[in-house]
Nanobody
Framework: QVQLVESGGGLVQAGGSLRLSCAAS????????MAWFRRVPGKEREFVAD????????YYADSVKGRFTISKESAKNTVYLQMNSLKPEDTAVYYC????????????????WGQGTQVTVSS
């Protein structure tokens, strides 16, 4: 059973920072592209960032570019999302996802998902 477990969400003021973590099973982490998505109630799940299995390549949505950084720590089977200069519009449930390919923003293409962690940014 492949599992992804997110943590690190919470309440922060605008301009602040949070770091999300996604702990993955060893098989998932070593072979899969890892990604972060977010969802606001009533809207579709939105791509935030992804990182290849090697960690050599990362891609960001325009809305977070320059503020968020995705990274991975292989020794801990964990992928991170460092979020700086947070804005109220970043408020959402953030999800970790994994896939053997690199589906980018194609939500339906990902094989595995975490349960999500809430991020709330107050103005």
């Amino acid at each position: 059973q492949v599992q992804l477990v997110e943590s690190g969400g919470g309440l922060v003021q605008a301009g602040g920072s949070l770091r999300l973590s996604c702990a993955a099973s060893a098989r998932t982490f070593s072979r899969y592209t890892m990604a972060w998505f977010r969802r606001v109630p009533g809207k579709e799940r939105e791509f935030v960032a992804d990182i290849t299995w090697s960690g050599a390549s990362a891609y960001y949505a325009d809305s977070v570019k320059g503020r968020f950084t995705i990274s991975k720590e292989s020794a801990k089977n964990t992928v991170y999302l460092q979020m700086n200069s947070l804005k109220p519009e970043d408020t959402a449930v953030y999800y970790c996802a994994a896939d053997q390919l690199r589906p980018g923003g194609r939500v339906d293409a990902y094989d595995y998902w975490g349960q999500g962690t809430q991020v709330t940014v107050s103005s």
